[in-house]
């Protein structure tokens, strides 16, 4: 995704932050560029795709 920014005068006197994501940015003032990147750490066996019920045998 590319987009372009006009900055302008930007003044900053309080802020609050109520909650944070997992998946967050709080950024104020200029920045060259910002890299986003995904990982996943929970292991292969602990996911459940699918509606799957265990069967009692």
Known sequence: ????????EI???????VG???SS???IGD???ICLSS???TPPES????PFVP???
């Open 1 to 8: 995704m590319n987009f372009t920014v006009v900055n302008k």
């Open 11 to 17: 003044k900053v006197d309080d802020i609050r932050i």
């Open 20 to 22: 944070v994501s997992t």
């Open 25 to 27: 940015i709080f950024l």
């Open 31 to 33: 920045t060259e560029s």
């Open 39 to 41: 990982t996943f750490d």
């Open 47 to 50: 996911l459940i795709i699918g």
């Open 55 to 57: 069967l009692r045998g």
